[in-house]
Nanobody, 127 residues
């Protein structure tokens, strides 16, 4: 049983940085593509970034490149989302997701491809 637990959200000011963590637990005999999505009130869930199980491939939404960085830490099976120069429009609930056997490519943007989801962590950026 795969479980994902996000942490690290909170209230920050414009221009601040924040690092979200996603702790993965479950069978690791297969690889997973790991993704971050976000959803603001009244909006659809939006792709943020994805990383391969090896960490060798990453994919960040074009609009977030240069500010958001995805990475993973071996041994702890944890995926991180480093968010810099935060803006009020980054305010959302951020979700971690896992795609069993998935590859990291343009298809990573589609939330339908992810079988497992965390509960989400709230990020609020004040102006």
């Amino acid at each position: 049983q795969v479980q994902l637990e996000e942490s690290g959200g909170g209230l920050v000011q414009t221009g601040d940085s924040l690092r979200l963590s996603c702790a993965f637990s479950g069978p690791t005999s297969v690889a997973y593509a790991m993704g971050w999505f976000r959803q603001a009130p009244g909006k659809e869930r939006e792709f943020v970034a994805a990383i391969s199980w090896s960490g060798g491939s990453t994919y960040v939404a074009d609009s977030l490149k240069g500010r958001f960085i995805i990475s993973r830490e071996y041994g702890k099976d944890t995926v991180y989302l480093q968010m810099n120069s935060l803006k009020p429009e980054d305010t959302a609930v951020y979700y971690c997701a896992a795609d069993q056997g998935g590859a990291v490519n343009s298809g990573s943007r589609n939330p339908i491809g992810y079988e497992y989801w965390g509960q989400g962590t709230q990020v609020t950026v004040s102006s």
